[in-house]
């Protein structure tokens, strides 16, 4: 995780706990300056955040972040492996490579056989449009980032919502986003073919169903089983935020979608999703306990404000071989609470 340990630094931390016992002293891995994007008034833009992700697989474990430039000058994207479940990490490497890359809200995914993927949305076309880059096993460097899509008329995508990255078995790089298309905002996928220098798409996941003029900071999740891909995400189609989930084979790429959990009463978002190594796949998301009024208006920035009967993590799973989610339970509901942002994953076993 990271934490802003001063006006002007933000350190990135990592901590481990090995058989269910107690946490490790937490580590520092980064330090750095603080980055805010160009901006007018006395406040200026928006400080950028560091945003950690974190892979494990045997003894190898892959961390990725966002930081300033030495300088303060702009933002890169880099990724740090340990070869020792984390007691040490080699030197932080950029995944991109390419002038003015200025990387946020990214995603990281680890595919079979050791290949690494990186997704994330840069504005330095002058908008904001997602771009990826790949590592194959054992190679050194990540290869130079490639842009996933343009956006309707170059004008990029929905500008603040995260991007999410999964591969299939045969290799293919998935990237999801929220698009843009005249004026809606739903989700669209993405997919790099091995061998491919160009992302095919991108395939809506449902088309107009959200018109939205601003960006919920509510990205989409993916998941490869076999020959099917899975997709949840929030939109507001209703007037309320809802979560969605949709699947589609490979083949064609034509989703079919329906509400996650429709019996829930109130509103949903940051939906997650995990496949573990038997093809279960599991699910997280946010949900209050209660029903609440009002609409997302607008583009914000600001925290949630939590609601009279609180906000609990979700949890549901879809066993191998099910089309359908199992009961849905509260993991660790608190009244008055304000749980957000879930994530999920499993061991092996």
């Known amino acids: 995780w990271a934490s802003k340990t001063s006006e002007t630094e933000r350190t990135v931390f990592f901590t481990k706990s090995v058989e269910g ?42 961390l990725t972040w966002s930081e300033a430039l030495p300088d303060a000058s702009g933002v890169r994207m880099v990724l740090a492996t340990s070869s020792d479940t984390g007691a040490t990490f080699g030197t932080p490497q950029p995944v991109h490579s390419g ?60 500008p603040c919502c995260p991007t999410a990255a999964a591969f299939g078995r045969d290799g293919t790089l998935y990237a999801a986003f929220r698009n843009i298309n005249d004026g809606y905002r739903d989700i669209a996928v993405s997919r790099l073919k091995p061998g491919e220098s160009t992302f095919e798409g991108p395939f809506p996941v449902v088309e107009k169903q959200w018109k939205f003029d601003g960006c919920p900071h509510d990205g989409p999740s993916l998941a490869v089983i076999g020959d099917t891909i ?72 600001a925290e949630q404000k939590p609601s009279a009967g609180g906000r609990a993590v979700m949890y549901a799973t879809m066993p191998t071989g099910q089309t359908a989610f199992g ?12 749980q957000t942002r879930p994530s999920v994953a499993a061991t092996a076993k």
């Open 21 to 62: 016992t107690a946490y490790e002293t937490p580590r520092v891995i980064s330090k750095g300056s603080v980055y805010k994007t160009p901006g007018k008034g006395k406040m200026g833009g928006h400080e950028r955040r560091a945003l950690p992700h974190l892979a494990a697989m045997g003894q190898e474990v892959h």
């Open 99 to 158: 002038d003015g890359a200025k990387p946020t809200f990214g995603s990281f995914a680890r595919g079979w056989g050791g290949v690494l993927a990186c997704v994330w949305l840069d504005d330095r076309g002058g908008s904001q449009q997602p771009y990826a880059s790949l590592r194959p096993d054992e190679a050194p460097a990540f290869s130079p980032e490639l842009r996933v899509y343009a956006g309707q008329d170059n004008k990029g995508v929905c």
């Open 230 to 301: 899975h997709v949840v995400w929030m939109d507001a189609r209703s007037g309320a935020q809802r979560a969605y989930y949709a699947s589609a084979k490979v083949a064609d790429m034509r989703f079919e979608a329906r509400e996650l959990n429709a019996a829930g009463p109130g509103t949903q978002g940051n939906a997650k999703l995990f496949v573990d190594m038997s093809g279960n796949l599991h699910v997280v998301w946010e949900e209050s306990l209660g029903a609440e009024a009002g609409a997302l208006v607008g583009h914000q920035h």
């Open 327 to 338: 009961p849905v339970r509260a993991v660790a509901p608190k009244s008055g609470a304000f």
